[in-house]
Structures are given as C-alpha cells and as structure tokens.
T-cell receptor, first 114, second 114 residues
Framework: DQQVKQNSPSLSVQEGRISILNCDYTNSMFDYFLWYKKYPAEGPTFLIS?????DKNEDGRFTVFLNKSAKHLSLHIVPSQPGDSAVYFCAASVTNFGNEKLTFGTGTRLTIIP | DAGITQSPRHKVTETGTPVTLRCHQT?????MYWYRQDPGHGLRLIHY???????DKGEVSDGYSVSRSKTEDFLLTLESATSSQTSVYFC?????????????FGSGTRLTVV
C-alpha cells in the first residue's frame, strides 16, 4: 500500500522553463511534506518542506504547493537549470514526539534539456 | 567533513552469508534510520533508532537486524543474505523535532548478493 505516490517516473523540461513535479498521498495524518533531490551515487539531500497548516512554501527557485483536500502536493522549479537534473523524491511524515519517520514516494527523474 | 559516513561503499557477497553495514554520524543526532532504495519502490524504511540501544522495525525489516551501542554508530546486519536484498542502502539521521528540516543522509552502500 503506497501511501505516497509519484506517478511520473520521468520528466524532461527545457532549460529556463518551469518544472512541475507532482506527488499524491493517502494518509490524512501526514503533517509534514518534504522534497529531496538525489544525484547518482550520492545520498538524497533535503530541498524544501511544507507543514500541513500551510498551502505554499517558497525558497528561491523552488516552491512547494499543498492541496490537502486533494491530498496532493507539487514542486515548482523556476527557472529550471541543468544542475536541477536529478531524481526527486516526495516524502511525508507524522510528527511523533520528535521522531520523524519519513514515507517516500518512488521518485521522478527530472532531465533539464539545455 | 561528512555528517554521516557509510561503510563499505560497495560490497559483493554470497547468498547465505551474514553482512554488516556501518553508519557513523558526527552530528550527535538522536534519531537514526536505515533505508533501502530499489527501482519502482523509492526508499523504504528497514529499521530505525531513537536512542542508544533503542531500536524499532520499519516496513521492510524481515531478514535484517540493527544495533546501536553508541550515539554515533548504527549497524545494519543481514543475517543470511539473499538475492532480494541486493539494493542500495542509505543511513540517515536527524535531531529531535526536525520536522520540516529533513534528514541528513549518507552516500549509500551498494550491496550485491550473488
């Protein structure tokens, strides 16, 4: 039972355009949502997060949107750059006395075309 | 100065042999995790620790055990390796209450069971 789903295994975007990565979840108890970026042969690195009490969080070129009624979140990257080519994982957690077990999606491979 | 170091980075082992993967963190983080990454599955939680000698199972714990005798070290043991345990293993850590700030991940161990 996949509680966090990324239905697009891959996405190609022209450099300078907007990249939109999508994620759906089923567990209404999730209260934090995060995006991680992963390059080959490296561990995932934290990119941006959003609390369930918000609907938008922005950090430079990266914005995450949360639609709780649809159980959907998206990551927007504007403008897209070649260094953004990586695998992006959506993750979610339920706050539990400081323990933040993350449930990950299957990932979307983003390729930025120069 | 990597916050988390995993060893070995690569290992090939034979079916039926025990294998221990090591994770060492210098962040003094209380919480530590072992995940495995497989195509089509994203990252799945194997075991986690919420303090020295305090561990618990994740969603794919069968065939694995863990130990944490010191804050900085978290060991993952495959009791009798099988081909289905061929995967990339990631260790991660975070301090209490890190909701929204994400984990620190190691660079991973690529394990092949032949």
């Amino acid at each position: 039972d996949q509680q966090v789903k990324q239905n697009s295994p891959s996405l190609s975007v022209q450099e300078g355009r907007i990249s939109i990565l999508n994620c759906d979840y089923t567990n209404s108890m999730f209260d934090y949502f995060l995006w991680y970026k992963k390059y080959p042969a490296e561990g995932p690195t934290f990119l941006i997060s959003i609390s369930s009490i918000k609907d938008k969080n922005e950090d430079g070129r990266f914005t995450v949107f949360l639609n709780k009624s649809a159980k959907h979140l998206s990551l927007h990257i504007v403008p897209s750059q070649p260094g953004d080519s990586a695998v992006y994982f959506c993750a979610a957690s339920v706050t539990n006395f400081g323990n933040e077990k993350l449930t990950f999606g299957t990932g979307t491979r983003l390729t930025i075309i120069p | 100065d990597a916050g988390i170091t995993q060893s070995p980075r690569h290992k090939v082992t034979e079916t039926g042999t025990p294998v221990t993967l090591r994770c060492h963190q210098t962040e003094n983080h209380r919480y530590m995790y072992w995940y495995r990454q497989d195509p089509g599955h994203g990252l799945r939680l194997i075991h986690y620790s919420y303090g020295v000698k305090d561990t618990d199972k994740g969603e794919v714990s069968d065939g694995y055990s863990v130990s944490r005798s010191k804050t900085e070290d978290f060991l993952l043991t495959l009791e009798s390796a099988t081909s289905s345990q061929t995967s990339v293993y990631f260790c991660a850590s975070h301090p209490p209450g890190a909701s929204g700030y994400g984990y620190t991940f190691g660079s991973g161990t690529r394990l092949t069971v032949v």
